[in-house]
């Protein structure tokens, strides 16, 4: 291959949520491509009309700048190698369709659905459950290698539905280097003659790819495993079309699994975990799919999770950033074998971005579950010794306000149960007295308010251990959080004696 500039791309069809898997071929593009200094693209594979889900390409814009890996060139942002959109390249792809016929590379085909139909039926056997459309099957049926010209051209003068498929060839071994798999080789006996242009005009994904690609100047071209068995025919592709010295190098990526095999959207909703980038509604069944984002994860984390499931640098070394990852991702140690999504393991890395990241890179994220919930927040500094308190409590972002929000307002229920069995009057009486001494109190400090806390348990004779365990259900409604004292302090007196009293009613009832 000539010297050429280093140019990836991420080509997702709009159908539907971005899967975590699709999540990782954006990443590891993008870190090859910054690595390389190369530029990476963002084509929409919208040509299946029928498969098209109106919102989906928004959304993966959306999903992009939440993870932070924005391309260079896109229907947004378009560069010298437009439309990026495949729908509005429709009228290139004809006459690539139209080489290909001309050279006996590709045919016409007419068959209508029922006759597809009646020839799989025909065709089936135990050996062979699923005929295809191949060197067994074509010349039954309606395609121009069976018809004369005349016929063929007739049938396309009145109109009649085609397409145009591929004919593979007998018996040739077609084989490539793939960047994580290594020699890879097909018997092209065992492909079927794949359409490539259908009967709307609009090519397929396997005739758009190549070109596209082609057109578009792209080097290296990474994609789920799931497109390895098309190999093959894009090669043939190439070859007819442009010859092979122009091909992009492959990477086909290991599958991420679930429990049980691939991971699928249905596990996400079995299980409890996310597999999608951010939420993710379908239009037509209204059906949600949780994200990662609105669970609650970093968009560090969620890409440092991402990049180690499939690939690591040699070394034990687990958390990376992503300019860490940039100098550090190599295709060579992505796994060939699919890796396994842990859940739990996601989160711990949550966990530790959260306790990489300072306050203030925490800040926009929290401050904005704070809001929803209806909070809004004045004093960002005091917001921050907050964030600060709780940081290490809190593994997904939602944790925060679980943690936190008792500094804001009070609680919303009492966790009576843990305080009840023990609770008594001597108790009661203890923390009416506390109200009268936290009145009188002038200076409203935490260790002020342990001083009178003890001496009036000292007073009453009730051990100074047991009576804090109520005190902080009172605060923050149950038994959680940093030192009470400091709690106390931070709500402020009023704030302290209005929960008291409340929660006295409550457990005195
Ligand atoms: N449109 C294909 C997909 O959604 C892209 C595969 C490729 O990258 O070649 O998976």
């Known amino acids: 291959m000539e ?18 898997g699709g999540v990782r071929t954006v990443l590891y593009n993008y870190l090859f ?40 060139e896109s229907p947004l942002k378009p560069g010298a190698y437009g439309p990026y959109r495949q729908s509005e390249r429709k009228p290139l792809y004809l006459k690539y369709a139209e080489q290909l ?21 025909y065709f089936k056997t135990e050996e062979n459950p699923s005929p295809q459309y191949d060197r067994h099957t074509r010349m039954n049926m ?78 290296h071209a990474f994609r789920g495993e799931e497109w390895l068995s098309s190999a093959p025919v894009h090669i043939l592709l190439w070859k007819y079309l442009f010859g092979l010295e122009w091909m992009p190098q492959w990477a086909h990526l290991p599958l991420i699994l679930g429990p049980h095999g691939k991971l699928s959207k249905r596990d996400g909703a079995k299980y409890g975990f996310p597999v999608f980038a951010m939420n993710w509604t379908d239009p037509k069944t209204n059906e949600l799919t949780e994200g990662f984002y609105e669970k609650g994860f ?11 499931l499939g690939w690591n640098d040699g070394s034990e070394q687990e958390l990376f950033d992503i300019n860490e990852l940039i100098a550090k991702f190599s295709l060579d140690r992505v796994h060939t074998s699919g ?33 929803d919930k209806g909070i809004a927040i004045q004093d960002e500094d005091a917001f921050d010794s907050i964030i600060e308190l709780v940081k290490d409590r809190c593994t997904l972002l939602p944790d925060f306000y679980i943690q936190a929000s008792y500094f804001f307002k009070k609680p919303e229920q009492w966790d009576v149960a843990s305080v009840k069995p023990k609770w008594n009057l001597e108790k009661s009486e203890f923390f009416n007295a506390l109200i009268k001494k936290m009145n009188d109190l002038p200076h409203w400090e935490m260790h002020e308010i342990e001083n009178i806390f003890k001496s009036l348990a000292t007073e009453k004779n009730i051990k100074a251990g047991e009576l804090q365990l109520p005190f902080r259900v009172m605060l923050v409604g149950g038994k959680f959080g940093p030192a009470v004292f400091m709690i106390a302090e931070k709500i402020g007196k009023d704030e302290t004696i209005g929960r008291v009293s409340a929660a006295l009613n409550i457990f005195n009832a």
């Not at 970093?298 to 180690?308: G, K, R, S, T, Y």
């Not at 999504?341 to 959260?354: M, P, S």
């Open 33 to 72: 491509a910054r690595q390389q200094q190369g530029t990476f693209v963002l084509r929409i594979e919208d040509t299946d009309q029928s498969r098209y889900v109106p919102g989906a390409e928004e959304y993966i814009y959306k999903c992009l700048a939440w993870c932070g890996l924005l391309p260079d």
């Open 142 to 219: 309606k395609n121009s290698l069976v018809l004369t010209e005349a016929e063929t051209q007739q049938l396309i003068h009145s109109n009649t539905p085609y397409v145009i498929r591929i004919k593979m060839p007998e018996n040739e071994i077609i084989s490539f280097t793939d960047m994580v798999h290594g020699e890879v080789s097909f018997n092209s006996s065992l492909v079927d003659d794949k359409v490539l242009l259908k009967a709307d005009g609009m090519p397929t994904y396997h005739l758009a790819v190549v070109v596209d690609d082609f057109l578009m100047k792209i080097t």
């Open 298 to 308: 970093l968009p560090e984390a969620f890409i440092n999770q991402l990049a180690v």
């Open 101 to 121: 016929i001309a050279r006996q590379q590709a045919y016409y085909a007419f068959d209508t659905a029922e006759e597809l139909d009646k020839m799989r039926s």
């Open 3 to 20: 010297d050429r500039k280093i140019r990836v791309r991420f080509a997702p069809s709009p159908t539907g949520g971005l899967h975590l």
């Open 339 to 371: 890796a396994k999504f842990d859940f739990e393991k996601a989160k711990w890395f949550n966990q530790e971005w959260i306790k990489k990241l300072s306050v203030s890179q925490l800040r926009i994220p929290i401050k904005q579950i704070f809001e």
